[in-house]
């Protein structure tokens, strides 16, 4: 008779039974998180602590489908974008790579995506550029055309309020043909890098435009400090519009005045072109802010709106607003909004965001007024938002969950009368709504008169 074998082996033993190994999941990496991009001006700040930090938007769009690298442990990649030539290097180094599921991504092609031709092989090769293509942008813009120029006196670093002293001007110059293409490809990189949702201009329709700003110093030598793509397009019956479609000023340059000096010359090429109007494709904060301060100094000086805004503003004076029974209108005249888009080129989008910021300029000791102020924005801004009644015709905003971010988690719709409920019947909102709803009013008026108080404060500097 045989008997039982007792085995040796652990696994028959539950005491000492193998343990199950799975090999670790790869979940890659951020771009933002292993990419430091910087700007250099010279060979000896490519690697150093003097390069200029960058700091891009997402870059997850031009890698993996779902935004990441995966492959790579210890990965970390450093780009040097040179302010002479517009030419990227960039340095990639990781401990190793291992494929855990997700494939070993081709950092070089994801890298393509963004820099195309204007990433160089090789370091030595990079380093050369700043000597080979010094004249680079001389030599680009030596057939532009100058549309205006500024001299020292008449600029300033605003972030400390000091003259640059190793400037002789700064120039801004309309280039067309092969050199605007070829330079326009060149920042590129930049436009998707610094732009969040840029897309590239298309740069073989003559209808674009290319402006650039330019720093002459007194060595001769020249430098791109930043530049604009403007779109001019057919208004019936016999004119052109500009639409602003990109402006940039490079990182380093940033902060100090630059930008309101490249939208200036555009404003005063528009009125001297005689277009139409002058339009910005969704403007950012900053660009609001920097196209507001040029503005308000021109509507200031328009002799033909000034009876019209001193009306309004005694109106805000002598009225006591906080004890109104109906949305206040202080919006300009039909002729006023007509006399600025034909004089200046301002189109009535923005002049109406400068007329609240007229308004506050005009009244003074505006503390005194700001409870009527307030008033004034906040039934312009719940008009805009709710609708320009409060009842149940207007717009409606009702807050929904969201695993995004709960404090904008809204939507918002169109009330009608009509329906199952009978003609004229009101969509009636309960209580904490109601509450919820003035609460975020009450907030985005905090937000607009905070950044006209912005504007106001920069302008008056400058008229001081």
Not at 7 to 16: F, G, R, Y
Not at 285 to 314: E, G, K, N, T, Y
Not at 318 to 328: A, F, G, M, P, Y
């Amino acid at each position: 008779m045989g008997t039982k074998h007792h085995s040796s082996d652990p696994v028959s033993d539950p005491k000492k039974r193998r343990k199950v190994g799975f090999s670790k999941v790869d979940e890659g990496v951020e771009p933002n998180d292993c990419i430091k991009i910087y700007m250099v001006s010279r060979q000896e700040e490519v690697g150093s602590p003097e390069s200029f930090p960058v700091e891009p938007v997402d870059l997850g769009p031009f890698f993996e489908e779902d935004g990441k690298i995966y492959g790579y442990q210890g990965l970390k990649i450093a780009i040097w974008i040179s302010s002479i030539s517009f030419q990227a290097y960039a340095d990639i180094s990781f401990e190793s790579t291992s494929d855990a599921g997700k494939g070993i991504t081709d950092l070089n092609s994801s890298l393509q995506n963004i820099f195309a031709d204007n990433l160089v092989e090789t370091k030595d090769d990079f380093l050369k550029t700043f000597s080979t293509e010094s004249n680079y942008i001389k030599s680009m813009i030596s057939e532009g055309k100058t549309i205006q120029q500024i001299l020292p006196s008449s600029y300033n670093n605003e972030s400390n309020g000091t003259l640059k002293e190793d400037c002789s001007e700064l120039e801004v110059v309309h280039v067309e043909g092969t050199s605007m293409g070829l330079l326009y490809c060149r920042l590129v990189p930049l436009v998707l890098l610094l732009v969040d949702g840029s897309n590239p201009i298309d740069v073989t329709d003559p209808d674009w435009e290319v402006y650039l700003l330019v720093e002459k110093k007194s060595d001769e030598s020249q430098k791109l400090l930043g530049f604009a793509a403007l779109y001019r397009f057919f208004h019936y019956p016999g004119s052109k519009r500009l639409r602003l479609g990109q402006i940039l000023v490079f990182p380093p340059y940033q902060r100090k005045g630059y930008g309101g000096h490249l939208f200036e010359a555009i404003t005063n090429m528009a009125v001297s072109d005689n277009v139409y109007d002058l339009s910005i494709e969704e403007p950012l904060d900053s660009l609001q802010h920097v196209r507001s301060c040029v503005d308000i100094p021109r509507l200031l000086a328009l002799q033909a709106i000034q009876p019209s805004l001193d009306s309004a503003a005694l109106r805000l004076k002598q009225e006591n607003l906080t004890k109104r029974t109906q949305i206040t209108k202080f919006t300009p005249p039909s002729s006023v909004i007509e006399e600025a888009r034909k004089t200046l080129k301002i189109n009535k989008k923005q002049f109406l965001q400068c007329w609240e910021i007229l308004l506050y300029v005009k009244l003074d000791p505006v503390e005194k007024y700001m409870e009527n102020f307030r008033s004034v924005v906040l039934d312009r801004i719940r008009a805009d938002v709710i609708g320009k009644d409060n009842g149940g015709a207007g717009k409606r905003v009702i807050e929904v969950p969201t695993e995004y971010d709960e404090e904008v988690s809204f939507v918002m719709f169109r009330t009608t009368g009509g329906g199952d409920g009978g003609e004229g019947k009101e969509v009636e909102m309960e209580e904490q709504d109601l509450s919820k709803q003035e609460e975020q009013l009450q907030k985005l008026v905090d937000e607009r008169i905070q950044a006209i108080k912005l504007v106001a404060q920069k302008v008056c500097v400058k008229s001081s």
